[in-house]
């Protein structure tokens, strides 16, 4: 978990960097990271953009201003890249009509 983690937190952390519109931070340990967003409706585009494109996220009990990302362990880094490229798809989607 902590070998998948350290390949994708930093790929998630890149989308902060870029997007600091949409993004608050990305948290984390291992494979049990939390996207917060600006606002929970940001967070809600989020999770339903990728509920769209075959990625399970969660929300939190009271909000969709952070989504949850749990992978299994045994996910693959080619099922780890295709969450980063839906994620960016969603992002940019997002983020145009800002």
């Given at each position: 978990a902590a070998?998948?983690?350290d390949y994708l937190m930093p790929r998630?952390?890149?989308?902060?960097?870029q997007y600091?519109?949409?993004f608050e931070r990305v948290?984390?340990?291992?494979?049990?990271?939390?996207m917060?967003?600006?606002n929970p409706e940001t967070g809600?585009?989020?999770a339903s953009g990728l509920f769209k494109r075959g990625v399970l996220v969660?929300?939190?009990?009271t909000s969709a201003q952070t989504i949850r990302v749990e992978p299994p362990l045994v996910v693959?880094?080619?099922q780890m890249d295709a969450l980063l490229d839906r994620l960016g798809d969603v992002v940019q989607e997002i983020y145009k009509v800002m």
């Open positions: 070998e998948k983690g998630l952390q890149n989308f902060v960097v600091p519109d949409i948290t984390g340990k291992g494979l049990l990271i939390g917060h967003f600006k809600y585009k989020v969660a929300g939190t009990l693959t880094y080619e």
